[in-house]
């Protein structure tokens, strides 16, 4: 029988350890050549830097970018203090639960598809809470809970998804499957009441839906591109058009964090 999913994998990454130095070199490597996906990274680091740019300017404080793996925020914004819990690929080898800065010192943590992987996020957001200054951010994006998503990230994409679990926290081995691709949704909307009871100082300002039809066209960093330059306008296109429905497909949110 036919087996969609092992065609449609991204013949660079067969053989590479999964969460290993060169699947994240590897990683990077994809996101660069595919002009689609990297306008989608494009898209993301330029949200989660103007959360950055909306702390008053006259608070001073380091931005850190928590898993940075195979990203390229560093390029476009030299400041940032990349890190990760996967040694050398990130200034700081870092776990989230357990912050090395002072109280105050930080102005902005952006988190790109790592959220679901910090295995006590109560935990993290405590440090945060602690680590960010007056009108900090605390800028995420990770996979949203849509219709589609939910069945996407259940049944065809090999991290979990588990918008049943009872706790914020899991067991890991820091391996990338130790994860809960639900986490986002169960801490921000099924458990709100439970944040704001926990962080009345953590405020949510934005849960905003990101374009999702040309991402999967894409193939993302561990699955084929199926989008020949020439289309990659049309794609777009295709995003904007789409917009309306956003709720209901996008694999992806982005949500910004103020500490008041």
């Given at each position: ?117 910090i295995p006590d996020v109560e935990q ?19 996979p949203a809970a849509t219709m589609l ?99 209901l497909f996008a694999l992806e949110w ?7």
């Amino acid at each position: 029988m036919l087996d969609i999913r092992n065609l449609l994998k991204e013949k660079r990454l067969a053989g590479i350890d999964n969460g290993s130095p060169e699947w994240f070199k590897i990683q990077k490597e994809i996101i660069l050549s595919r002009p689609l996906l990297r306008h989608h990274y494009d898209l993301w680091y330029s949200k989660m830097l103007s959360d950055e740019k909306s702390v008053p300017l006259n608070q001073n404080g380091k931005i850190l970018e928590i898993g940075s793996g195979g990203g390229y925020l560093k390029d476009i914004r030299p400041d940032v203090i990349t890190s990760d819990v996967v040694p050398g690929i990130a200034d700081l080898l870092l776990d989230a639960r357990s912050l090395p800065f002072p109280d105050n010192s930080l102005r902005a943590i952006i988190i790109i598809n790592a959220f679901h992987h910090i295995p006590d996020v109560e935990q993290f957001l405590k440090e945060a809470r602690r680590c960010l200054i007056s009108r900090g951010v605390l800028s995420i994006i990770d996979p949203a809970a849509t219709m589609l998503a939910r069945i996407f990230f259940t049944y065809f994409h090999p991290e979990p998804y588990r918008p049943d679990a009872k706790l914020w926290a899991f067991d890991s081995d820091h391996h990338m499957q130790s994860s809960n691709q639900a986490l986002t949704w169960i801490v921000f909307r099924r458990d709100k009441e439970k944040f704001k009871t926990l962080f009345p100082n953590l405020n949510i300002e934005c849960c905003e839906y990101l374009p999702w039809l040309s991402y999967m066209a894409t193939g993302g960093v561990t699955r084929r591109n199926l989008v020949p330059r020439f289309a990659v306008p049309l794609m777009r296109a295709l995003d904007v058009i789409s917009q309306p429905i956003n709720g209901l497909f996008a694999l992806e949110w982005h949500i910004r964090i103020r500490k008041t």
